[in-house]
Every structure is written in structure tokens, then in C-alpha cells.
T-cell receptor, first 111, second 112 residues
Framework: SQTIHQWPATLVQPVGSPLSLECTVEGTSNPNLYWYRQAAGRGLQLLFYSVGIGQISSEVPQNLSASRPQDRQFILSSKKLLLSDSGFYLC??????????FGPGTRLTVL | GIQVEQSPPDLILQEGANSTLRCNFSDSVNNLQWFHQNPWGQLINLFYIPSGTKQNGRLSATTVATERYSLLYISSSQTTDSGVYFCAGGNAGGTSYGKLTFGQGTILTVHP
């Protein structure tokens, strides 16, 4: 069966520091991958999606970037964190653009 | 883009009560999911329901695609049903790539 992992689970970083969050999927091939952010405990906002290795699409302009170096690996990065980057980051996967399945998330606090 | 409106924003129930949560979409979707977010933040898939009716135990969902809404029914609610319920919709084909737009959620609290 398929599983999705995210790490770290929690992260506290100072303003201006770099960021790297990792998401990996097991048990499937060529998944579509998505990064979402949840702020203030309510709705999720799509940040990036990827339909293949090296293919990244951004949904909103921001201080973050994404990369997909391997088929089942999706990385969210920043060179310099802002206070407004705090939030709960969730990675998701799907096949054939259908049902999405989410990872456990990373809770990021920028101080 | 698609707008998703969920109602009610908050719901307080006594254990054993039934409830209905609603999700309205501003445009047609052929990708529609309901989730329950647990206290640790994990999104649990409840239903993938672009159209029709599905049931899973005490939960059921109905989507009327032509009228752009979906309903989630919770019967005989339990304290463990507490949490945030999200609906999300999008389009599976073309250049939409299955992207989901989420509603703002319904916070459900079930008291014993």
C-alpha cells in the first residue's frame, strides 16, 4: 500500500534562516505531488504542484520554492524565512489527478 | 478560480445527535473530497465523491454535481467525531492537474 512521509514534524526557525521540508511517497510510481499550507487552523492553500521529475508549478507568488529531484520526492525550500511563512505544511499525492492523500504535515514556526 | 463555501462554520452537538454539513462550489467540479482533520492535524480522507451518494458507517455523503453542492451527513455523533471537516473540489482533467480548492472548514464539537 502507499504511504506518504513528511519531515521534520515540527520546526522552529529564526527569521532569515533557510528552510528545507521533505516529502516522500512509497508504494506508487509517477504520482502527482502537491504542497499546501494551512494558516490559522482553517482552509488549506495550494502552493506548488508537480506532475513529474523536475516539473514544478507555482500557484501563488511567495518566498518559497519547490523541487522534485526524484519521482517520489518533493522538497519545499526557502533561502530566507519570513514571519509570514509560519504555518502547517502538508504534502499530498494522487494518481491520474483523482483522489488526493495527505501526509502528516510539518508545523513551522518562524520567530 | 473556484470558490468553495462551507456551512456552518461551527457546530456544537450532544452525543447521539445527527448533523448535516454543506459545501457549495462557484463552478463545476469533477474532483470532490471530504476530509476530517484530527487534533494532530492529519487530514483523514472521508469520501471521494464527484457525484452520487456514498456511505461509510455512520457517515454518508451526497454530491449533486449539476447544482454544485455536496452534503456530509453524520448520524449518531460521537465525541470522537469532533474536529474540523473540510470539503475540497477541483477538476481532474486538462490543465487543472487535479488541484484542489478547500473550503474554510466546519469545526464540529460533540459533547458527551
Amino acid at each position: 500500500s502507499q504511504t506518504i512521509h513528511q519531515w521534520p514534524a515540527t520546526l522552529v526557525q529564526p527569521v532569515g534562516s533557510p528552510l528545507s521540508l521533505e516529502c516522500t511517497v512509497e508504494g506508487t510510481s509517477n504520482p502527482n505531488l502537491y504542497w499546501y499550507r494551512q494558516a490559522a487552523g482553517r482552509g488549506l492553500q495550494l502552493l506548488f504542484y508537480s506532475v513529474g521529475i523536475g516539473q514544478i508549478s507555482s500557484e501563488v507568488p511567495q518566498n518559497l520554492s519547490a523541487s522534485r529531484p526524484q519521482d517520489r520526492q518533493f522538497i519545499l525550500s526557502s533561502k530566507k524565512l519570513l514571519l509570514s511563512d509560519s504555518g502547517f505544511y502538508l504534502c499530498a499525492w494522487s494518481l491520474q489527478y483523482n483522489e488526493q492523500f495527505f501526509g502528516p504535515g510539518t508545523r513551522l514556526t518562524v520567530l | 478560480g473556484i470558490q468553495v463555501e462551507q456551512s456552518p462554520p461551527d457546530l456544537i452537538l450532544q452525543e447521539g445527535a445527527n448533523s448535516t454539513l454543506r459545501c457549495n462550489f462557484s463552478d463545476s467540479v469533477n474532483n470532490l473530497q471530504w476530509f476530517h482533520q484530527n487534533p494532530w492535524g492529519q487530514l483523514i480522507n472521508l469520501f471521494y465523491i464527484p457525484s452520487g451518494t456514498k456511505q461509510n458507517g455512520r457517515l454518508s455523503a451526497t454530491t449533486v454535481a449539476t447544482e454544485r453542492y455536496s452534503l456530509l451527513y453524520i448520524s449518531s455523533s460521537q465525541t470522537t467525531d469532533s474536529g474540523v471537516y473540510f470539503c475540497a473540489g477541483g477538476n481532474a482533467g486538462g490543465t487543472s492537474y487535479g488541484k484542489l480548492t478547500f473550503g474554510q472548514g466546519t469545526i464540529l464539537t460533540v459533547h458527551p
